[in-house]
């Protein structure tokens, strides 16, 4: 009775969450986009950045509808399962996609205000690409491992993974170093951006005005750490729990744990979104002078 109570509460919590992230989310994407392919007339290293974050980050929403439908069922997966397999994968994958690319976005902020001198042969539009390709690609190459989740146990789908998922710590350990090593680079990039904008910020002269600036690396490394860190944490224990150092009697805990914590991470889809449209925005109405310091410090 009260694994279904818990269960009962973990499904609320999946449609209070997902259905607002899943509707605001595609609508502030898609505005993002039509900024950027309407309104942007100039191609840069940020908007490559920006659009591969997007697009990652709208394919990782159309999943969600279906995550609904997969707990809300639990061992009643009607959808066949390589049509499973495929929502698995572009959901995890993407997911972790867009963490790299965001941390590629923070790297690339720092060195266009942090090291200007050396951005021009750091930076380009084809390295941009490249970047944005090769994390494509690689994580696109890890869909392999989502094909050992189940194993021909149950009809699931995103729940109840093969106990083969967790025999070796390979899986959670290459996670947790994507995930940790991103967050300790944007937290190193993101102190040295505020540096360089506070020593660059003149009192007289209101062109040099970095507060805007500032906001906006604030906010993307915030919800980042909010975002994300919570499910990195659950996966840890419930890693610990399939090993047995944890006690069994907390186990259903910690499996809801993780589903409200999956929950928490999707918004990181709708935050940045939020952002990075308002800094279109910005950069559009802005005079050149600024407009050119919310580029580098911002739109990327």
């Not at 965001?102 to 930076?123: K, N």
């Not at 994507?178 to 020593?199: D, E, N, W």
């Not at 559009?284 to 990327?300: A, C, F, H, M």
Request: hydrophobic fraction near 45%; proline fraction near 3%.
């Amino acid at each position: 009775m009260a694994n279904n109570t818990i269960a009962s509460y973990v499904e609320l919590f999946q449609i209070t969450m997902y259905i607002p992230t899943f509707t605001l989310g595609l609508l502030f994407n898609f505005m993002a986009l039509w900024f950027v392919f309407r309104k942007i007339k100039k191609l840069t290293e940020s908007i490559i950045y920006l659009v591969s974050l997007t697009t990652l980050d709208t394919l990782l929403l159309f999943t969600l509808p279906f995550k609904i439908i997969s707990y809300s069922s639990r061992n009643e997966w009607q959808l066949g399962s390589s049509f499973c397999l495929f929502l698995e994968s572009l959901y995890f994958v993407n997911m972790y996609g867009s963490i790299l690319i965001s941390a590629c976005i923070c790297v690339d902020r720092y060195i266009a205000i942090g090291h200007p001198f050396l951005a021009s042969s750091l930076r380009s539009k084809k390295k941009a690409a490249m970047v944005c390709s090769t994390i494509c690609l690689g994580v696109w190459a890890g869909t392999s491992v989502t094909y050992q989740l189940h194993e021909g146990e149950g009809n699931t789908c995103f729940h109840d993974f093969s106990n083969k998922t967790w025999e070796t710590p390979g899986v959670l350990i290459t996670l947790e170093t994507v995930f940790l090593g991103s967050m300790i680079t944007m937290i190193f990039c993101t102190a040295q951006i505020i540096i360089c904008l506070k020593r660059s910020r003149k009192p007289d002269d209101p062109l040099t005005n970095t507060s805007k600036p500032m906001k906006v690396v604030i906010a993307n490394l915030a919800t980042f750490v909010v975002c994300f860190t919570p499910f990195h944490v659950a996966l840890l224990l419930y890693y610990l729990v399939k090993q047995k150092v944890i006690t069994s009697d907390l186990t259903q805990s910690i499996v809801s744990f993780v589903h409200m914590s999956l929950c928490w991470a999707n918004l990181n889809c709708c935050l940045d979104a939020l952002c990075y449209f308002f800094v279109l925005k910005e950069f559009l109405n802005s005079p050149p002078q600024e407009s050119e310091r919310t580029n580098n410090s911002g739109q990327s």
